[in-house]
């Protein structure tokens, strides 16, 4: 199991898919955001309390996989990945969405059952239901 990712995963620039579920990932490198080529980033079940703001970089991203983590809060760069489709914020412990979620137009699946969410911004309410509206399933 992998506690750690080495800085050099920054020059995989041509990676398209990265799986790194059921590992002891506390935190991510900075260079994550230097995989520009990514579509789709799986973390899902690590322990990961927060993420880089260098995750808006990967403007590639369609799937994005942070489900089953220790989540808190997500970095407001998240509004950068306009190409996301599906986002799996599930089992993490959330209690807010920044602001700038909004920007996620071309989303289509969201989870975020299982976190504690006590509140959505005034900005994401409408998105929500623009999301719905448009077809996007949002798991709750």
Partial sequence: ELTSLPDTIGNLS???????GNNKLSSLP????????????????????????????????KELGLYGNQLTSLPESIANLTSLQTLRLNDNQLTSLPETIGNLKSLQKLWLIDNNLMSLPDASKQWLKDLKKNGCSVIN
């Fill in 14 to 20: 041509s990676l398209t898919y990265l799986y790194l």
């Fill in 30 to 61: 900075e260079r994550i955001g230097d995989l520009k080529s990514l579509q789709t980033l799986d973390l899902g079940f690590n322990s990961l309390t927060s993420l880089p703001e260098t995750i808006g970089n990967l403007t590639s991203l």
